[in-house]
């Protein structure tokens, strides 16, 4: 389902370079976690693949304006409005929790009732992501040891042996320093 939100980029631009043959600029926006480690380097072969496009991507928290031509591609974990705009559902990110082998090293965990026992990385509670909902039903009032509000300081944490963080899965499995723990119903985001 991921290569889809590449597929969906190679149409736009197909689609809007039509007449030059993929030539000009193509600016694509994105959150920022999904950005760096997702989108850019699959945008960066898809350049090379096609030398007369320039590529840009904002990756951030800043929502741009397709309407007003901020950007020409919008990757979102939420759905625009169509306002003459072409939206359409490409992905589905899955989230899992993970650890480093050193933090679990004597300390299991097969299953939610273990997690009262360990340290907790996840979002700040004001927040309220998915995430961070999904980890407060696995662990009742469990209080986080270490809070941020991106995935990629949670997978940093998480990599230095300081505790279970949830992450995309884009993100953790990715990562050769954190096992996944099995755990029931993880949530998901649609991507748009």
Not at 88 to 117: E, M, T
Not at 155 to 182: E, F, K, S, T
Request: no cysteine; aromatic share 6%; glycine share 8%.
């Amino acid at each position: 389902p991921m290569r889809s939100v590449e597929e969906a980029v190679v149409a736009v631009g197909r689609v809007a370079s039509a007449a030059s043959g993929l030539e000009g600029p193509l600016r694509v926006t994105s959150p920022e976690t999904f950005g760096i480690h997702y989108l850019a380097p699959r945008l960066a072969r898809f350049g090379q693949a096609h030398p007369g496009l320039t590529l840009e991507l904002a990756a951030g928290g800043e929502v741009l304006d397709l309407s007003r031509r901020d950007a020409d591609v919008a990757v979102r974990f939420f759905r625009s409005k169509p306002q003459d705009l072409a939206v359409r559902r490409v992905a589905v990110v899955g989230y899992g929790l993970y650890a480093s082998p050193a933090y679990l090293a004597g300390r299991p965990v097969r299953g939610p009732s273990d997690l009262q026992n360990h340290r907790l990385l996840s979002t700040p509670a004001a927040s309220a992501s998915t995430e961070g909902r999904w980890l407060q039903r696995l662990s009742p009032g469990a209080r986080p040891s270490f809070v941020s509000d991106l995935s990629m300081v949670l997978m940093a944490a998480a990599g230095a042996d300081a505790g279970i963080a949830p992450l995309p899965r884009y993100l953790g499995d990715a990562n050769p320093a954190l096992l996944r723990l099995p755990m029931p119903e993880p949530p998901t985001h649609v991507v748009w």
